[in-house]
């Protein structure tokens, strides 16, 4: 097998021609559906356009059955200015001699090379011994894994190891992942004439962002809190806008508030200054906050003083960020994604645990938070967490040949970022399973890039593995 980089290459730039947003996986589930069948697989797609085909095991071998999955869908993410609309646009890629990133948005190697190469090897397999395999590729990981919770457990009932290619780092091989849950405030806005002189369009910006569970302990500032944080330096204020974030999983790096009130820019400015040299002090070198402000005309509606009250009091009490630890990594966690204002104001946090029992804490927590600051909250299905197997054969496999082939020794390890795993493990909790990837940095953001070396060893590994077992 040779050209395994370029021809993992031209499988992910088909999957970067159809825009694949979570939620909105039926076009590329369709084409994997079909593409798959043109490889003259058996193809089964469910009702959650999750896609799983057979390959029979070649030279008659008797081999365990291995699973070998990715999920389709991306966070669709855009530098700001740059013109996007990710139900419609294609990703557009750059490739240098290192790496692979995509121009103004995110790449989507979260998780579209894990699928690229699988697919490579698909393509491959009548050229090297492997026992029977199964593909499955899935819907909704990044907003809800509704992929993984609704497929049919009669597809992991008689697998005995499962390759997941959704992790970040080459160097690593996970071997358990945290449980998360979706928490939802709301509260609607009454709106009123507002009664200061003064309106201002206030923009916070240049924060490093990142994955709510790679980068949770990464001493990374969040937007919304930041915002919170100047609004609690003016006394007398109104607030007509408060937009921030992209998704629950991205901690938001940047946010827009109209305010209206009585100083003026002069004073506004000593504000952003204090603003600015506050995160500075807390945060060091790890943020570079810029804040913008600019007088506007004057909006027609604020919100009324107690719902304005109300966002600021929930800002205050809820924390985003590390909640918890556990030797050197994090526990639990919980990330302020996503605050917007319209006729609501709605706000989405993702909680974090490594512990699935420790959910139940954060949404006794946030229940309290909805009941003290006057706001609804909604709590989605939790996603159990993945616990460490101990005496995982397949990890000792996979750490064996990771060693043979590169010279080193892979990090074997757990990590407080969710993974599919979790529910693929309540669903037969014999199934032996190791996650791997690619290295990517900065996914969900529009800085994400594949270091290109890392694929043709991973590919390798997973080959491998698969004539191992």
């Keep these: 097998m040779e050209n395994i980089l370029e021809n993992v290459l031209d499988e992910f730039k088909k999957l970067a021609a159809i825009p694949r947003p979570s939620k909105h996986e039926e076009r590329v589930s369709n084409f994997l559906r079909d593409y798959l069948k043109s490889l003259g697989l058996t193809v089964a797609q469910d009702d959650y356009k999750n896609v799983i085909a057979e390959i029979s095991a070649n030279e008659k071998i008797d081999a365990p059955l291995t699973i070998l999955q990715a999920h389709m869908d991306m966070v669709c993410?855009?530098?700001?200015?740059?013109?996007?609309?990710?139900?419609?646009?294609?990703?557009?890629?750059?490739?240098?001699?290192?790496?692979?990133?995509?121009?103004?948005?995110?790449?989507?190697?979260?998780?579209?090379?894990?699928?690229?190469?699988?697919?490579?090897?698909?393509?491959?397999?009548?050229?090297?011994?492997?026992?029977?395999?199964?593909?499955?590729?899935?819907?909704?990981?990044?907003?809800?894994?509704?992929?993984?919770?609704?497929?049919?457990?009669?597809?992991?009932?008689?697998?005995?190891?499962?390759?997941?290619?959704?992790?970040?780092?080459?160097?690593?091989?996970?071997?358990?992942?945290?449980?998360?849950?979706?928490?939802d405030f709301s509260r609607r806005i009454e709106y009123v004439e507002p009664k200061f002189a003064n309106a201002f369009r206030v923009k916070i910006f240049g924060l490093s962002g990142g994955h709510s569970g790679i980068e949770i302990t990464k001493n990374r500032a969040n937007a919304v809190k930041v915002a919170g944080k100047f609004l609690r330096q003016i006394d007398e204020a109104e607030l007509a806008k408060?937009?921030?974030?992209?998704?629950?999983?991205?901690?938001?790096?940047?946010?827009?508030?109209?305010?209206?009130?009585?100083?003026?820019?002069?004073?506004?400015?000593?504000?952003?200054?204090?603003?600015?040299?506050?995160?500075?002090?807390?945060?060091?070198?790890?943020?570079n906050l810029e804040v913008d402000i600019a007088e506007i005309a004057m909006p027609k509606k604020v919100m009324s003083a107690a719902d304005f009250d109300a966002l600021k009091n929930l800002l205050a009490i809820t924390h985003s960020g590390v909640y918890s630890v556990f030797g050197e990594m994090a526990r639990t966690s919980a990330n302020i994604g996503i605050l917007r204002t319209a006729e609501e104001i709605e706000i989405s946090i993702l909680a974090r645990a490594n512990i699935t029992a420790l959910l139940d804490d954060f949404i006794a927590h946030f229940a309290q938070v909805a009941k003290l600051t006057g706001f609804?909250?909604?709590?989605?299905?939790?996603?159990?967490?993945?616990?460490?197997?101990?005496?995982?054969?397949?990890?000792?496999?996979?750490?064996?040949?990771?060693?043979?082939?590169?010279?080193?020794?892979?990090?074997?390890?757990?990590?407080?970022?969710?993974?599919?795993?979790?529910?693929?493990?309540?669903?037969?909790?014999?199934?032996?399973?190791?996650?791997?990837?690619?290295?990517?940095?900065f996914i969900h953001s529009p800085q994400e890039r594949l270091h290109l070396e890392t694929v043709e060893p991973e590919v390798r590994l997973i080959i491998e593995t698969l004539k191992q077992i």
């Excluded at 909604?378 to 005496?391: E, I, L, Q, R, V």
């Design 77 to 183: 993410v855009a530098e700001n200015g740059v013109d996007y609309e990710p139900l419609r646009d294609a990703i557009k890629l750059i490739r240098t001699e290192k790496y692979l990133t995509a121009d103004g948005t995110s790449l989507g190697a979260d998780d579209g090379i894990g699928i690229a190469e699988i697919l490579y090897i698909v393509k491959n397999a009548d050229k090297f011994p492997h026992g029977k395999l199964r593909v499955i590729f899935t819907t909704d990981e990044e907003q809800g894994m509704s992929g993984a919770l609704n497929i049919d457990a009669k597809y992991f009932a008689d697998a005995a190891y499962l390759i997941n290619c959704d992790s970040e780092n080459f160097n690593e091989l996970v071997v358990g992942s945290a449980g998360n849950i979706h928490v």
């Design 376 to 441: 609804g909250v909604k709590f989605g299905t939790p996603a159990p967490a993945w616990n460490y197997n101990p005496h995982s054969r397949l990890a000792e496999i996979m750490s064996k040949i990771f060693n043979e082939q590169n010279k080193f020794c892979a990090k074997v390890h757990t990590i407080h970022a969710g993974l599919e795993c979790s529910f693929f493990y309540v669903k037969n909790p014999a199934l032996d399973i190791v996650s791997i990837g690619t290295t990517n940095e």
């Design 242 to 287: 408060f937009d921030s974030g992209k998704a629950p999983n991205v901690i938001p790096d940047a946010a827009e508030i109209i305010l209206v009130t009585n100083l003026d820019i002069a004073e506004m400015d000593k504000r952003a200054a204090w603003l600015k040299k506050n995160i500075s002090d807390i945060y060091g070198d790890a943020e």
